[in-house]
């Protein structure tokens, strides 16, 4: 730890740009983190689903959605990081301050229920993905939901971070299981060249879930505050722009595998599914056994990493908008609202797979709708916060990036409210 | 405070802010946007009352002793175009819901950051006092306008009164800007908190704040609530000092937290402290400044007291008094010869308790326990825990005494591993 820490003094007393390239990287590898962690964790339990049904069910016609999903995920949380940096202070921080107690009382109700609906489908993803490994959910999810709380609970926090940083590698078993599935390269490359919309209910949908699933409520207030918690300023704010850049480029590398894998064997061979585990069976005899372990690995993964951070950062945000202590250095009697909370949002979520005739896929299809309700309010509430000259002094978004970001928080709403129209009626 | 045939009471700004104004004719003047008060004085008077017009949704500032009445809704004599004048408030005044309301303050009486809900006045004849700072989760529902149904239930269910969580204004210190820490400096309540609590304060806040905060200390309370700080903290918090104020707050900090503290600097700006400390402190610092910080001769300091065997304890005690002021440990007592190898040691109680003239050779225990120089910490938290002593003296290749560990220096280094 010593160690470390005194490496990054050095390399942030010396690392500024220009001088010697492997500075410049050492300060860069200190300071990553959040946007990649972010970017990571939001492809959950759901974000695979949809990828999957998106392979699935439209084969490589979707592919091309991910070329502006990453675009929209670099404004969105470029703005962010770029909040947290400036301001020092959290998103649910700068809200509360500047739309007072009313507006961020309810906000924060609704954002943890529909936090609570993500973890609900994070365990369910977990309970999913050790099933086809054999494993009972009845084992499964309270063994992960204990692992997870101690995790946190009982471990240090630092430790917790790098541990999540590691993780991020095992995304790297859908690149693997992409190129078991023995792709024809020309023919996705195509599929890039030539955008294909079609203007059916189905085909639509999918597209806005992609978009949905890419863009959730959490993750702006997760990133803020885990750049907060780097405690930079605004000279090393470009390591942090890199970082989210590199996250958000990831994301839509995972997911483009996912979505081909699919294509190229469930969909060519017309098998339907349903869910993430459904996908990584039905793709044993298509693609052979390790393929479909390597994808249910990547679900687990993905799972348990979106479980563990949901409910922390959730009761992060609660706390810092209503002031109540939250730290992880505090005892629990010291910050009993936050160890409540994250306790109560673990294992009610936990709880509630192991309850029998658990509509869950009703649980998860509501707790998008949710989610794509309160996206648009959140991006709003960003936008003009971002363009606060009092928080942001000359940080504030240059007009084109305010045309850029308006546009997309635009598209955005009309897009979630969109899909809640949709699957509404 | 001339108190009139009025009763005093409470109010909360919650209540006041929103409500409508009225002239004396009952003509709607406007709705109250905020209030104006003096922060300077200890219980600070409302001074004015800003408004958005009704009539051309202009946002004008009103005396407050024009107010005639504040019971539910403002009543104002008829008013003339000069009474209403354009926001600009005196030095010393500020908007109090602009300035506090959902904003972070600190808690000084127990040591804790909070968030104010509300303010509570206290309503004496037509004046308002700033007494109380609300931050329970009582004063949160009546903001959201829940507080009546969430009362109702809990009384029900659970037979429950929730009540207000108030904080005397004497107690908070307001943190939102840094002009508001520079305005309470006469009366900077931060310095009521103990160091170690002030760092934990510190380092809960957000950056901007944390820097005003600290530098609103004084040189000795910085000093203190310096050496509690993250190591990663207090290297930002010294950078954004000048050479000079750096330097004063660093002396002031015992030798082995300031070498640690320096050594983490980058190197200039360490340097540029380093030549505007005073000369001797400076040559200490460099001294424990060569030694790798995990080892032996990082956790070291050297000041500490050394004498000859044959001084007699009078005297020793003498020296104790005049240079306690600058040593970090005084509790025990090395005897050396001329080549600086230890002879013996004492403790302080060994020497209040031995006859005047006694020599200290006479008294000292000569199985000393040392440490060399470049032995690692782990080794030496072993030798704390087995020879259960305050303190360990470091010797150098030589056998000479170059500095002493305090157990307190090491604390800091397994202290986050017990338990774990």
Same mark, same amino acid.
């Given at each position: ?57 439209? *084969? ?100 917790? #971070? ?72 605004? #000279? ?61 690995? !990547?679900?687990?993964?993905?799972? +348990? ?19 109540? #202590? ?7 009697? #010291? ?36 989610? !794509? ?9 960003? $936008? ?8 942001? *002094? ?17 598209? +955005?709403?009309?897009?979630? $409210? ?8 | ?6 009763? @005093? ?42 408004? @958005? ?31 209403? @004048? ?335």
């Amino acid at each position: 730890m010593a160690d470390i820490h005194f490496g990054v003094s050095r390399a942030l007393r010396e690392g500024l740009p220009g001088k010697k390239h492997w500075k410049t990287l050492a300060l860069f590898l200190a300071l990553v983190g959040p946007g990649i962690i972010t970017s990571n964790v939001d492809n959950d339990a759901g974000g695979i689903t949809t990828y999957s049904l998106a392979g699935a069910d439209y *084969g490589l016609a979707l592919l091309w959605t991910l070329i502006p999903i990453t675009g929209v995920l670099i404004v969105i949380q470029e703005m962010c990081a770029r909040m947290g940096v400036i301001s020092g202070k959290g998103l649910s921080d700068l809200i509360r301050e500047r739309f007072g107690a009313r507006i961020t009382f309810y906000l924060m109700i609704v954002l943890f229920l529909a936090n609570l609906g993500n973890a609900i489908s994070n365990f369910a993803g977990v309970a999913a993905s050790l099933e086809i490994f054999g494993v009972s959910r009845y084992a499964s999810v309270p063994l992960s939901a204990a692992f997870v709380w101690w995790l946190v609970v009982k471990g240090n926090y630092k430790s917790v #971070e790098k541990v999540f940083l590691y993780a991020c590698v095992f995304y790297l078993s859908y690149i693997v299981s992409g190129f078991m599935g023995k792709p024809d390269w020309g023919e996705i490359g195509a599929s890039f060249l030539r955008p294909e919309i079609r203007l059916e209910k189905g085909f639509l949908t999918m597209a806005v879930g992609l978009i949905g699933t890419t863009v959730a409520p959490w993750m702006q207030f997760y990133l803020q505050s885990s750049v907060v918690d780097k405690g930079l300023k605004a #000279e090393n704010y470009q390591y942090i722009r890199m970082d989210v850049i590199i996250g958000s480029v990831m994301v839509s590398v995972v997911a483009f595998f996912i979505i081909m894998l699919c294509a190229i064997t469930l969909f060519q061979n017309g098998v339907r599914i349903e869910s993430a585990k459904d996908a990584a069976q039905a793709l044993a005899p298509l693609a052979g056994e390790y393929c479909a372990w390597l994808f249910a690995f !990547g679900l687990l993964n993905a799972s +348990l990493f979106a479980a563990s951070i949901l409910p922390i950062s959730t009761s992060y945000t609660i706390c810092e908008a209503f002031g109540w #202590e939250s730290s992880l250095n505090r005892k629990f009697l #010291e910050a009993p609202q936050f160890y409540g909370l994250y306790s109560l949002m673990i294992f009610l979520s936990a709880g509630i797979i192991l309850l029998p005739d658990m509509p869950l896929i009703g649980i998860m299809f509501y707790s998008q709708v949710i989610n !794509g309700a309160i996206l648009p309010v959140i991006l709003v509430f960003m $936008l003009l916060l971002v363009n606060d000259k009092r928080i942001m *002094g000359k940080y504030v978004n240059g007009r084109l990036m305010n045309c850029i970001s308006w546009l997309t928080v635009a598209v +955005l709403s009309v897009l979630s $409210l969109g899909l809640i129209v949709v699957s509404l009626f | 405070m001339a108190v009139g045939d009025e009763p @005093r009471s409470f109010i909360f700004l919650s209540a006041i802010l929103g409500s409508r104004v009225f002239d004396s004719e009952g003509r709607a003047v406007g709705r109250v946007l905020d209030l104006g008060g003096n922060i300077q004085e200890s219980y600070p008077p409302v001074t004015h009352v800003l408004l @958005r017009l009704e009539k051309d949704n202009r946002v004008v500032q009103l005396p407050w002793r024009k107010v005639e009445s504040s019971n539910g809704e403002l009543i104002v004599p008829s008013l003339q175009p000069e009474d209403l @004048r354009s926001p600009s408030l005196a030095a010393g005044e500020l908007f109090l819901k602009d300035a506090l309301l959902d904003k972070q303050v600190v808690d000084t009486d127990g040591a804790k950051i909070r968030r104010v809900n509300d303010l509570q006045f206290l309503k004496a004849h037509k004046a308002l006092y700033l007494v109380h700072v609300d931050v329970g989760f009582h004063g949160l529902l009546r903001r959201v306008g829940l507080q009546r149904p969430a009362r109702y239930l809990l009384r029900k269910l659970f037979d429950y009164d929730m009540t207000d969580q108030l904080i005397s204004w004497k107690f908070v210190q307001p943190l939102s800007s840094p002009d508001l820490l520079r305005l309470t400096i006469a009366h900077n309540r931060l310095a009521q908190i103990h160091p170690a609590d002030l760092a934990d304060i510190i380092e809960e806040l957000d950056i901007h704040q944390r820097s005003a905060v600290f530098r609103s200390l004084d040189v000795e309370t910085a000093a203190e609530t310096l050496e509690e700080t993250d190591p990663k903290i207090q290297v930002s918090l010294i950078q954004d000092l000048d050479m000079a104020n750096a330097s004063d707050i660093i002396e002031e900090m015992s030798l082995s937290e300031a070498a640690d503290l320096l050594g983490d600097l980058p190197r200039d700006k360490a340097e540029g402290i380093l030549r505007e400390m005073e000369q001797e402190v400076a040559e200490d610092v460099k001294e424990l400044l060569s030694h790798p910080e995990e080892k032996a001769g990082g956790l070291m300091t050297t000041a500490f007291l050394r004498f000859a065997p044959a001084t007699r304890a009078d005297e020793a005690l003498e020296t104790i008094r005049r240079e306690a002021d600058d040593m970090d440990l005084i509790y025990y007592l090395y005897a050396v010869d001329g080549e600086e190898h230890i002879l013996g040691v004492l403790s302080l109680r060994d020497l209040l308790t031995a006859k005047p003239e006694t020599a200290l050779a006479d008294i000292m225990d000569t199985r000393v326990i040392s440490v060399d120089i470049e032995e690692r910490k782990d080794r030496i938290a072993d030798d704390f825990a087995k020879y259960g002593i305050m303190a360990i003296p470091v010797v150098d290749a030589d056998e000479r005494l170059k500095g002493v560990i305090l157990f307190k220096n090491l604390l800091e280094v397994v202290a986050p591993k017990l338990g774990r």
